[in-house]
Nanobody
Framework: QVQLVESGGGLVQAGGSLRLSCAAS????????MAWFRQAPGLEREFVAA????????NYAETVKGRFTISRDNAKNTVYLQMNSLKPEDTAVYYC???????????????WGQGTQVTVSS
């Protein structure tokens, strides 16, 4: 089992930046891929970005490509999401997720955090 705790959400103006963090604990000695998802009010949860255990593979949703960057520090068991050029449509609850895997993936995550709210004002 892996426990995930997100932080770093908040209120920002359009065009601004935020950095989300997700700290993992529990059974973290096994290789695991990590990802960020988001869910806006009234919409389904959607994939945002993912990174492999070795950090050599990343994957992004088209809507955030070029604006968001996912990274991880395995020594700290932490994954980050740097969000730049934020838009009002990026407003959502952002969730961190993990799965025991060497590879990036957009689905099939087993462990989830409780989420952190990101609000982008126009």
């Amino acid at each position: 089992q892996v426990q995930l705790v997100e932080s770093g959400g908040g209120l920002v103006q359009a065009g601004g930046s935020l950095r989300l963090s997700c700290a993992a604990s529990g059974r973290t000695a096994v290789r695991y891929a990590m990802a960020w998802f988001r869910q806006a009010p009234g919409l389904e949860r959607e994939f945002v970005a993912a990174i492999s255990w070795s950090r050599d593979m990343t994957n992004y949703a088209e809507t955030v490509k070029g604006r968001f960057t996912i990274s991880r520090d395995n020594a700290k068991n932490t994954v980050y999401l740097q969000m730049n050029s934020l838009k009002p449509e990026d407003t959502a609850v952002y969730y961190c997720a993990a799965v025991y895997s060497d590879y990036v993936r957009q689905t099939g995550y087993d462990f989830w955090g409780q989420g952190t709210q990101v609000t982008v004002s126009s």
